[in-house]
């Protein structure tokens, strides 16, 4: 079974600052891993994702996520926040080998920043 | 990136009706489609999987019959809830799974908020 922790309900930074915003996951196999971002009231959005290669993954926005194996990791960073990147944040993972199975998400956590 | 749309945004409607929730991929061909929904301030719950030409998949403590899927090309999906009613109100999301290549990726639809009265 897939499954993905975000540990933190909420994460409070000030602007300019750099950010973390924590994920854990557990597969059978090898992951595929996902960060998706969701503005009120509104869809998802793909930030970036890791497949294979790379440990450390680029994506939208100045974002980016570091895959470590061994702390079954992928925690989503980004060296300067903005107020704008205030949102609600959701990890999510599948399994490489397990067919026609679709994402897993955690339960995702709300980004303050703080001007 | 891939596109996917929704129709309608947000409806609200009676306790009762039934309503058509619209998904389409509309620069790519989506052989799998899931739909979602969301409660407030909650996860992304998977409701079930869509597989055009087939019947859907349906997660646990979803029920087919009141939530009908429809698959019907490879661009369009549609799910109908059934003589809804106010536990109904959700924001329901699909989503569309490309595959080209060695690269798999799940892109989402801006989401209905479906509101029943």
């Known amino acids: 079974a897939q ?3 975000q540990p933190e309900d909420q994460v409070n930074v000030a602007e300019g600052n ?33 497949i294979t290669g790379d440990n450390l993954v680029k994506g939208s926005y100045g974002f980016e996520a570091e895959f470590n194996k061994s702390q079954t990791s992928f925690h989503l960073k980004k060296p300067s926040a903005l107020v704008s990147d205030s949102a609600l944040y959701f990890c999510a993972v599948r399994d490489r080998e397990s067919g026609n199975t679709p994402l897993v998400f955690g339960k995702g956590t709300r980004l303050s920043v703080i001007a | ?6 129709h309608p945004s947000r409806v609200i409607c009676k306790s009762g009706t039934s ?3 619209e998904c ?7 052989t799998t489609m899931f739909w979602y929904r969301q409660f407030p301030k909650q996860s992304l719950m ?6 055009e030409g087939s019947k859907a998949t349906y997660e646990q403590g979803v029920e087919k019959d009141k939530f009908l899927i429809n698959h ?23 989503s569309a799974r490309v595959q080209r290549g060695r690269t798999d990726t799940q ?3 801006p989401g209905t908020r479906l509101t029943v009265l």
């Open chain 1, 3 to 5: 499954s993905v922790a």
């Open chain 1, 18 to 50: 750099p950010l973390t915003v924590k994920c854990t996951y557990s597969v059978s196999g090898n992951p595929y891993l996902f960060w998706y971002v969701q503005y009120p009231n509104r869809g998802l959005q793909f930030l970036l994702k890791y």
């Open chain 2, 1 to 6: 990136g891939a596109v996917v749309s929704q």
């Open chain 2, 19 to 21: 309503v058509k929730i």
């Open chain 2, 24 to 30: 389409r991929s509309l620069d790519f061909q989506a």
């Open chain 2, 46 to 51: 998977l409701m079930a999987t869509s597989n």
């Open chain 2, 72 to 94: 019907a090309s490879l661009t369009l999906s549609t799910l109908t809830v059934t003589s809804a009613h106010p536990e109904d109100s959700s924001f329901y999301i699909c």
């Open chain 2, 107 to 109: 892109y989402f639809g």
